[in-house]
């Protein structure tokens, strides 16, 4: 079975940064692709970012320009870094992907900006 764990959330001021990890454990024999999505306080879930196979990028509108998505094969860990935060940002970050032809998901983690 696999499981996704992240990491990295936390409280932080309107322009700081953070850095999420979301590292993928179990019996993997494929990762087609891997990344972020948001759930802010009465909205639906969003995609932030995710990484493909090849390396692809794929960034959601509101966040390009500011939040980088990289990944690490060899530890099957995908990392997002958040800069120039803004209010807006605020959510639980959820790491998705599909992992062995299938979607996982993890627990999530909690990212709250403030003024």
């Known amino acids: 079975q696999v499981q996704l764990v992240e990491s990295g959330g936390g409280l932080v001021e309107v322009g700081g940064s953070l850095r999420l990890s979301c590292a993928a454990s179990?019996?993997?024999?494929?990762?087609?692709?891997m990344g972020w999505y948001r759930q802010g306080p009465g909205k639906q879930r969003e995609l932030v970012a995710v990484l493909d196979s090849d390396g692809g990028e794929n960034y959601g509108a509101s966040v390009k320009g500011r939040f980088t998505i990289s990944g690490d094969k060899t530890r099957n860990t995908v990392y997002l870094q958040m800069n120039s935060l803004e209010l807006e940002d605020t959510g639980v970050y959820l790491c998705g992907g599909v992992i062995n032809h299938e979607a996982s998901w993890g627990q999530g983690t909690q990212v709250t900006v403030s003024s």
């Open positions: 179990g019996s993997i024999s494929s990762i087609d692709v």
